[in-house]
């Protein structure tokens, strides 16, 4: 049986959660360029894909975050992700927004949160982990204690790890980039050529040249 990491990037990769264009890099609002673009709500569309993520993300928390007492998704991408893991838990539920709200009573976090209960965040995708953590802060500041994070998959940058170890913030996830790849190249998707432009690309994405190695 293949491993759950690869499952998870055949199935992004099959519904086109997430593309692959090394000869045709998109550009991100960052301004980096990218042979990769992923959109993880589109799983939410396919109701297999949907469960096999909560019940993965579920199970990520069961294991490594037993004593968690709330579930907070990251908006907004995590937001309907995080609130099918906080049922299947039986846990309270909050979601984080990017800013907070421009009327009413201005809420960064939508729901409860009570001082002091550990709390657990559900993201989809981890890049450079500001916004994941932007979030984890947000708990923190209304009160609760950050035990962890899930997401569906990280790009596995470097800064993003050395960000998550000087937060003291543990990351588990379902998926990941170096599987993406490794999934991307069993399944034909692209040639294994094109599996070390993808590499090239994770080790330094903000100074990245397309094609830069292709002749």
Do not use: C
């Amino acid at each position: 049986m293949k491993q759950i990491d690869i499952q998870l990037a055949e199935k992004l990769l099959h519904i086109s959660a997430i593309k692959l264009q090394p000869d045709n890099p998109f550009i991100w609002a960052s301004g980096w360029n990218s042979p990769i673009y992923t959109d993880n709500r589109k799983t939410l569309s396919y109701p297999e894909i949907r469960n096999f993520i909560k019940v993965e993300l579920s199970r990520l928390i069961m294991e490594n975050f037993g004593e968690a007492e709330v579930v907070a998704g990251v908006a907004t991408g995590a937001i309907a992700q995080g609130a099918l893991v906080a049922d299947t838990l039986g846990l309270p539920y909050v979601y984080v927004r990017s800013t907070p709200k421009d009327h009413g009573l201005e809420n960064l976090i939508e729901g409860n949160i009570k001082p002091g209960q550990k709390v657990v965040i559900v993201e989809d995708l981890v890049s450079t982990g500001k916004s994941s953590l932007k979030a984890a802060q947000a708990v923190t500041e209304a009160g609760g204690e950050v035990i962890g994070m899930v997401a569906m998959f990280t790009y596995e940058f470097p800064v993003a790890d050395e960000a998550f170890k000087k937060a003291g913030i543990k990351l588990l996830t379902i998926s990941n980039y170096s599987a993406m790849i490794k999934a991307a190249v069993e399944s034909n998707y692209i040639k294994p050529s094109d599996a070390d432009t993808l590499q090239q690309w994770r080790t330094d994405p903000a100074n990245w040249i397309p094609n830069k190695n292709i002749d």
